[in-house]
Nanobody, 126 residues
Framework: QVQLVESGGGSVQAGGSLRLSCAAS????????MGWFRQAPGKEREGVAA???????SYADSVKGRFTITKDNAKNTLYLLMNSLKPEDTAMYYC????????????????????WGQGTQVTVSS
């Protein structure tokens, strides 16, 4: 059974940094495409970053240059390092996984992922 557990969220002032983690279990982690999504109150879910089994990655334009997605296959953990945080980054952040996706022409859509975590809240104050 695939399980994804996010952690690392919290409250931070604008300009600060946070590192989110997503611990995965129940599958061959290294062969999956992994992604980060976020959803703010009253807004649609949006893709933030993705990295596939070949190491190809993609970012939303809104986070390019500020966020970095990495994964540690030995620890079965996905990370999202978020620097220069802005109030508009405030949202619930979710990680997602899928065994068949590849990062080819940008961020895979959320509907393409089969497995999701429960989320971790990030709040950025001005």
């Amino acid at each position: 059974q695939v399980q994804l557990v996010e952690s690392g969220g919290g409250s931070v002032q604008a300009g600060g940094s946070l590192r989110l983690s997503c611990a995965a279990s129940g599958y061959t982690y290294s062969s999956y495409c992994m992604g980060w999504f976020r959803q703010a109150p009253g807004k649609e879910r949006e893709g933030v970053a993705a990295i596939d089994s070949d190491g190809r990655f993609s970012y939303a334009d809104s986070v390019k240059g500020r966020f970095t997605i990495t994964k540690d296959n030995a620890k079965n953990t996905l990370y999202l390092l978020m620097n220069s945080l802005k109030p508009e980054d405030t949202a619930m952040y979710y990680c997602a996984a899928d065994p068949f996706l590849r990062v080819v022409t940008g961020l895979p859509h959320g509907d393409e992922y089969n497995y999701w975590g429960q989320g971790t809240q990030v709040t950025v104050s001005s």
